[in-house]
């Protein structure tokens, strides 16, 4: 049987920042080749500092791109035509300077305004000091471009080039390799429509104060860029977040849970997933009071509240089980009980589950899930979101295509 290697035959523009890393993209442009993907390189003057074009030209089998303005390359191979040319562009090492660059629309060198032109997907593999790494000027860069559709694959952990030890090393090559052909597979929710909730709900007592939660809707955004990035045609429904849409979702903003389940039951007829990853409050306030709410001198306000409508229950009531269901559980404690119960009692197909509070869960950008369905449970372990996400998603296309191949044997 022959081996499946998902970069054969891609045309990769392999873009060089300015890092000390850049030594590594020579044995980076070798195991490309090697898994049969023809590589053009393009270089900033900063990386040329610390690796020459020569040793990038041997390797690829190409001219080495490195002025924006070189009539010889604009004659051959210029930035539209390599915009155009490339099936994927990966930045590697992404320094910060040119991660800042990129996110402010940037085309005053040639990688940048070949990024800037380009339809094909952008992954970046940053490289910088760990100082540089945590600043919250790259994390806000990196959550902007992510926001746009760019990929973002590493840093790891370790020694670092400055003496000191901490995130912000490039992933070693083999690990890009490995991570760039999980993004380039093929599309296996292809012509298939996934719809999500992320967030909270904000439940109002009056105009002003409302009863919500500590949801910042980063998984569920994850997951929606992971199902896009699987080839689905994605609608998220969010409730009050300040996270930017992930390139080609649809959104809907809502704010109660009453919008979100009318929202939920004006989509789902046109789903074949739905992950209910939102936050839902439990409760609302059973009466709310049209003007603001004065302070008394009244040592206590007592609330009456109501239970809000289960949206995902409503949704498997209502598509028969034909719709492959995934819910979501928030717990502090005997998580793995609580999941367990709630896939039975509520007859999800799956459903993950994690640990919140005390800095875990919400408002983070790391976690970890216990995914259970019938016959089955997983551990998929802390990492970023937006690699849980991928990893979720794989899962879930896997369980979702197991049961449609036993409902139509």
């Not at 040793?55 to 001219?63: A, N, V």
């Not at 300040?242 to 939920?264: F, N």
């Amino acid at each position: 049987m022959t081996e499946m290697r998902p970069l054969s035959g891609k045309q990769l523009v392999l873009g060089v920042s300015g890092s000390i890393a850049a030594y590594k993209a020579a044995d980076l442009i070798r195991r490309l080749r090697d898994e049969g993907a023809e590589i053009r390189v393009v270089m900033t003057h900063g990386a040329t500092e610390f690796i020459t074009p020569l040793t990038l030209q041997t390797l690829s089998g190409h001219p080495v791109a490195i002025e924006l303005l070189d009539a010889d390359q604009e004659s051959a191979m210029g930035h539209i035509a390599l915009a155009r040319w490339a099936d994927w562009i990966i930045v590697a090492p992404a320094s910060a300077d040119t991660i800042a660059r990129l996110t402010h629309g940037r085309a005053d060198d040639l990688l940048s305004a070949l990024i800037l032109a380009t339809e094909s997907p952008v992954v970046l593999a940053p490289a910088m000091n760990n100082k540089m790494w945590s600043h919250a000027a790259t994390q806000e860069n990196l959550s902007m471009l992510r926001g746009r559709g760019f990929h973002c694959i590493g840093p790891a952990s370790g020694d670092q080039a400055c003496g000191e030890q901490g995130e912000g090393r490039l992933l070693e090559p083999t690990e890009i390799v490995s991570e760039l052909s999980k993004l380039v597979v093929p599309k296996q929710l292809q012509n298939k429509r996934v719809l999500i909730t992320a967030g909270p709900t904000f439940e109002p007592i009056d105009p002003v104060r409302f009863i919500g939660n500590r949801s910042s809707g980063k998984m569920g955004f994850a997951l929606a860029q992971a199902a896009r990035e699987a080839g689905a045609e994605v609608t998220l429904i969010a409730g009050p977040v300040s996270l930017s849409t992930p390139s080609g979702v649809k959104r809907l903003d809502v704010e109660t849970a009453q919008e979100m389940l009318d929202a939920v039951n004006t989509e789902t007829g046109h789903s074949d997933i739905f992950i209910s990853c939102a936050a839902v409050a439990d409760y609302r306030p059973l009466q709310v009071e049209a003007n603001k709410m004065k302070k008394t001198t009244h040592d206590r306000l007592v609330l009456e509240l109501e239970p809000t409508t289960d949206i995902v229950a409503t949704v498997v009531s209502q598509t028969e089980n034909k719709l492959f269901t995934v819910g979501f559980a928030a717990e502090t404690r005997h998580i793995a009980d609580y999941a367990r119960d709630k896939l039975q009692r509520k007859k999800l197909d799956m459903i993950a589950a994690n640990q919140v509070g005390d800095g875990q869960g919400f408002a983070v950008d790391d976690n970890a899930l216990q995914v259970f369905w019938e016959g089955g449970e997983i551990v998929l372990p802390q990492t970023p979101k937006t690699q849980l996400a991928r990893d979720l998603m794989t899962l879930i296309i896997k369980r979702f295509y197991a049961k449609n191949s036993t409902e139509n044997s």
